[in-house]
């Protein structure tokens, strides 16, 4: 069958609580059980679903609709000491976004280890250089930045960077056009919805402690109401950034 809707899923750090090695990850909200990872990646197999990666993205607009692509931002360190091995166990890929100032500090990736994910058939893509919100700098500032990210990287794995994840799931028509100019022709934000043709950037649903297994179930299975309660929660959001400032807005919550 095919649909023009594509769901995409948004992961941040995992924690194994079954684990010695217990890795400290900051986002506490965003931070995920592997456990609730297997749950899911269990969940998309029983439904029949096959991961895509990024390069499943295009302009037909048209996609099986057993498809999904699963995506991880940031860059932690869990990316490949948990979401890795997990995904490989279940025949599975993901879009990993990361952030090249990040690689090699506490808790986030190394060098080494993306280059392994990369050679496991993980899709290795940026969120930034410094994870700065690219709404809230000047053309030039974006263009350093996404510049920056997409040689480091592509400098590291010999590969083609074509996929932006807004840092802070902030993008807007300015961002697109920068970004469309230096190379880059596929958005990823934080807006809940599937992907369609007409639609600019990608949208996302994000995984994060309070998600429920069935509410994944229905997003997959493209049922609307999960999605307007994310969507009512979006726009709370976006109410906040204006009423408080986008600056005390940030120090609230990262994406
Ligand atoms: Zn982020």
Redesign the pocket.
């Given at each position: 069958m095919v649909t023009s809707y594509l769901p995409t899923l948004m992961f941040h750090g995992l924690v194994d609580k079954t684990s010695s090695l217990h890795q400290a990850v900051d986002e506490e909200f965003y931070t995920i059980d592997a456990a609730v990872f297997r749950q899911i990646l269990s969940l998309i197999a029983e439904l029949d679903k096959k991961t895509a990666t990024t390069g499943i993205i295009s302009n037909t607009g048209s996609f099986d609709s057993n498809r999904v692509i699963l995506s991880f931002?940031?860059g932690w360190m869990t990316d490949y000491t948990i979401a890795t091995p997990l995904l490989g166990e279940f025949n599975m890929s993901a879009a990993f976004f990361i952030v090249t100032d990040f690689i090699g500090k506490d808790s986030y990736l190394t060098a080494m280890q993306i280059k392994a994910m990369h050679q496991a058939a993980m899709d290795i893509q940026i969120?930034g250089k410094t994870?700065e919100f690219l709404t809230l700098l000047n053309n030039d500032e974006i263009i350093a930045q996404l510049q920056y990210a997409k040689n480091f990287t592509e400098d590291l794995l010999g590969k083609n960077i074509d996929s932006l994840s807004f840092?802070?799931g902030r993008g807007d028509d300015r961002v697109i056009d920068i970004a469309t100019s230096l190379g880059f022709t596929k958005f990823f934000s934080s807006r809940p919805g599937w992907y369609q043709a007409r639609t600019r950037d990608i949208p996302r649903v994000v995984i994060h402690q309070q998600t429920l297994l069935p509410d994944v179930c229905k997003y997959l299975t493209y049922q609307k109401p999960v999605l307007y309660k994310s969507i009512a929660k979006y726009h709370a959001g976006r109410l906040l950034v204006k009423l408080v400032g986008q600056h005390f807005y940030n120090r609230l919550k990262?994406?």
């Open positions: 931002d940031d969120h994870h840092p802070g990262v994406g």
